[in-house]
């Protein structure tokens, strides 16, 4: 019998993989770009305004792109992303609770919105790491 | 939950990744369901009981039940 997902999982989920690196990549060049041509050049409204948009357009296309390919995905790679992506929201809301208490404490200093970024992206990994070795 | 999976796919000659791809799931899954790590979907289990003519009770068993085959 075949079932409706994906025969060759493994093989489109590289596939997948590659086509959100490209996207992920581009909205990363495009914004690093943007805000050099911005800063130096000081360019005019309309330019700015493609300036702006690129990235954005990018970054709309990697999302799509990312959720179309879970539907690819059978249950048990679900059930890994989700208990990675439920590692980094718990993750990230401890830590964004705990927080003031060490910025009171003198330990850190103001919260900045990318240390929240590299904490989120970083707790994504290890739960996606983690789930996948225990069902391996 | 035990699974007699590993036999019948042993009996059938089939690879995990044979399995896999008869099921439309990757290798990992099926590993994973032979090694008890997993407890597949009931669509998935239903998928297995009928392409090994099996009744799911046959193939899937609680951890307190002695082994059917």
């Known amino acids: 019998m075949i079932m409706e997902h994906d025969t060759n999982a493994t093989f489109s989920c590289s596939k997948a993989t590659l086509a959100q690196t490209l996207w992920l990549l581009a909205t990363a060049l495009t914004t690093s770009a943007g805000i050099l041509l911005i800063a130096l050049l000081k360019p005019s409204l309309p330019i700015r305004i493609l300036v702006v948009a690129v990235p954005l357009v990018c970054g709309v296309a990697y999302t799509f792109r990312l959720l179309g390919d879970f539907v690819r995905l059978d249950e048990l790679q679900l059930r890994i992303h989700l208990e990675a992506a439920a590692t980094a929201c718990l993750g990230v809301f401890l830590a964004v609770m705990v927080y003031p208490v060490f910025r009171i404490a003198g330990f850190v200093g103001e919260l900045q919105p990318y240390y929240v970024l590299f904490l989120l992206v970083g707790l994504l990994l290890f739960g996606y790491l983690n789930a996948n070795r225990r069902y391996r | ?69």
């Open chain 2, 1 to 69: 939950m035990r699974n007699t999976l590993r036999v019948l796919r042993a009996e059938n000659n089939w690879s995990q990744a044979d399995l896999a791809t008869r099921l439309g799931v990757s290798r990992q899954t099926v590993n994973a369901v032979e090694t008890g790590k997993y407890d597949p979907s009931l669509p998935l289990a239903f998928g297995i009981a009928k392409l090994f003519s099996r009744r799911i009770e046959e193939i899937f068993l609680p951890d307190g039940q002695a082994d059917a085959r």
